[in-house]
């Protein structure tokens, strides 16, 4: 299965608020909800699918990083939202540099950005700490970032990651940590889904 390239707030409205995937939120709902008995399968469904929306993911490559996941020492849960969270594309959006992964993840397959001087263009790039990110010296690649960079970044800016904005640079200063995850999900909950799928 591809990419998800479909109508973004079809998604937010079923899974809830998905800041990676799309801005905008959606009208409340103006019809009754029935009544009806959630299974345990379907809620995990639903963690699992929030996780691979917000990070713009294929279910390939987030079923790769869940069997990274299981072999790492630590919590299997945290190490997952470690992993994705030290993606380039979620990187870029976390520091205010696109105003979503999508927007990060052009960002990066059109050269723009540097990892340590070097030209990146994988948006899956892992990246570590003291990584410096920043964009090409053309007035092109600074353009595009510019607009996304004046404006405070989608919410408070992790203690993980520190910005420069006049100089259009982002530091990494550590690997993430749980509560500065920038989505609300239970990561049990897809790592579950996993180990009943296998």
Known sequence: ?????????????????????????????RYILRSEKISQYRIRLEEKQKLRFHFGLTERQLLKYVHIA?????????????????????????????????????????????????IVDIPSYRCKPRDIITTKDKERSKALIKKYI?????????????????????????????????????ELLVVEYYSRKT
């Open 150 to 186: 004046i404006a405070p970044p989608h919410g408070e800016l992790p203690t993980h990651l520190t910005i420069d904005p006049l100089q259009y640079k982002g530091f990494i200063n550590q690997i993430i940590d749980k509560k500065w995850v920038g989505l609300k999900i239970n």
């Open 1 to 29: 299965m591809s990419r998800y390239r479909g109508p973004r707030l079809k998604k937010i409205r079923r899974l809830g608020t998905l800041p990676g995937l799309a801005r905008k939120r959606p009208r409340s709902r």
């Open 70 to 118: 299981i072999k790492a020492k630590g919590s299997t849960g945290q190490v997952l939202l470690q992993l994705l969270e030290m993606r380039l594309d979620n990187i870029l959006f976390r520091l205010g540099m696109a105003s979503t992964v999508p927007g990060a993840r052009q960002l990066v397959n059109h050269r723009h950005i540097l990892v340590n001087g070097r």
